[in-house]
């Protein structure tokens, strides 16, 4: 059930991303042409790139949360790092257009950007920092590393926003001469979403790896495990993280003077209690140890 729900969490979300995005680009695209604004230019393509992200990601979502089957016993979890990779892949993109068109358009004389783009700005800026803060929030909900990289699309794209309206603000304070300020504003959020890029990519890459990250749940493992009686301590506990779930190898302390049937017995016990107080864990294998 939890699964279903947190799945149900998750696509909703991104349903809500989509559609942002699809109204957000239209508009940046209309009033940065029309109101002669290469920052607000930039800013539509990066909410364009946002839409085809944002789909790499329902994909991603609704692939890993399949069940297991006989080629994949522990699920298809893998898969969301995976697209979180190539939504990395579509920001890089996004950026380095934007630095492109903004070094071009620094070294050619254009028109100053329209006063009236800036209260399109501001309410792009307002919008998109409620939709990062929606979407991390379900991100943490879910344990989603793609649902989390799809958040941090929409905090990029308001800082290349706030990015444009500076811009803009200093070229239209400025007059004749100062019309690059909003090209180097652009140029400047080109380099935050890589930035951005790389804080997206690394915790997705120490899924893919198995890294250690997880000292929390393995916090919760181990107080939730104390509570069953018959379990004297645990040992090691290893954690590794597939799309929505922790898979878990512990290691539970019992009795040396039991039977194999009564530790048998405990493990089962020990796991049933950790699936119903830790929902978000997937398949845990429990190894007894003698408490000698």
């Known amino acids: 059930m939890t699964k279903i729900t947190n799945e149900q969490k998750a696509i909703s979300t991104i349903y809500f991303s989509i559609a942002g995005s699809i109204g957000l680009a239209l508009v940046k695209w209309l009033a940065g042409f029309f109101g002669n604004s290469y920052a607000l230019i930039a800013d539509a393509i990066e909410s364009t790139t946002d839409v085809f992200s944002s789909c790499l990601v329902w994909f991603g979502i609704k692939y890993s949360c399949k069940p297991p089957d006989k080629n994949h016993p522990y699920g298809h ?66 344990k989603s590393s793609s649902l989390k990289a799809d958040a941090w699309h929409h905090r990029s794209d308001a800082l290349t926003s706030v990015a444009a309206f500076i811009g803009i603000s200093i070229a ?25 890029s790389y804080l997206i990519f690394r915790p997705a890459l120490g899924e893919i790896m198995d890294e250690n990250l997880y000292d929390d749940v393995e916090a919760d493992i181990r107080k939730v495990s104390k509570k069953v009686e018959g379990i004297v301590d645990t040992e090691k506990c290893l954690i590794r993280k597939t799309g929505m779930k922790y898979h878990v190898d512990l290691h539970a302390v019992v009795d040396a003077n039991i039977t194999v049937k009564e530790g048998h017995a405990l493990a089962h016990k020990l796991k049933d209690k950790l699936q119903e107080e830790i929902p978000e864990l997937g398949h845990i294998l429990i190894h007894i140890e003698p408490n000698e």
């Open 77 to 142: 979890g893998r898969a969301e790092p995976l697209i979180t990779f190539i939504v990395v892949g579509f920001l890089i993109t996004s950026a380095t257009i934007i630095a492109y068109e903004s070094i071009k358009n620094i070294q050619t004389p254009h028109e100053l950007p329209k006063a009236w783009t800036l209260i399109f700005l501001a309410a792009i800026i307002i919008w998109k920092e409620i939709s990062y803060r929606l979407v991390l929030k379900k991100s943490k909900e879910t």
């Open 172 to 196: 239209l304070m400025g007059g004749k001469g100062y019309e690059v300020a909003d090209d180097w504003a652009a140029l400047f959020a080109s380099g935050f979403i890589l930035y951005n």
